[in-house]
């Protein structure tokens, strides 16, 4: 079926940077689309930005619109997320995962294939 594995999560401060990878292991990436999804201790899950298979269309949580940039490398069955100017309420563990399907999707419970995460920690 595949296999996603993220890096690049670490311990930023406020107002600082940091780019997650996902690399993605399988025939059929480059024709889905992917998603980042965070999850922090005692909030909802959220679809933090995503992106089509082509990378045509992306969606980006209002929460950070103009900070984060996803984007993908199918060349190399890869998806990275830009994540600028961070904030403390940033703080969660991100997912990289794919639905379902070639287009992107905001249902965080449609994802059905999702790596194990890295975590993202930025202090006040």
């Known amino acids: 079926q595949g296999q996603l594995v993220e890096s690049g999560g670490g311990l930023v401060q406020a107002g600082g940077s940091l780019r997650l990878s996902c690399a993605a292991s399988?025939?059929?990436?480059?024709?889905?689309?992917m998603g980042w999804l965070r999850q922090a201790p005692g909030k909802e899950g959220e679809v933090v930005a995503a992106?089509?298979?082509?990378?045509?269309?992306?969606y980006y949580a209002d929460s950070v619109k103009g900070r984060f940039t996803i984007s993908r490398d199918n060349a190399k069955n890869m998806v990275y997320l830009q994540m600028n100017s961070l904030k403390p309420e940033d703080t969660a563990h991100y997912y990289c995962?794919?639905?379902?399907?070639?287009?992107?999707?905001?249902?965080?419970?449609?994802?059905?294939?999702w790596g194990p995460g890295t975590q993202v920690t930025v202090s006040s």
């Open positions: 992106i089509s298979w082509n990378g045509d269309n992306t």
């Open positions: 399988g025939p059929i990436f480059s024709t889905l689309a």
């Open positions: 995962a794919v639905p379902p399907g070639a287009r992107l999707t905001t249902n965080y419970e449609s994802y059905n294939l």
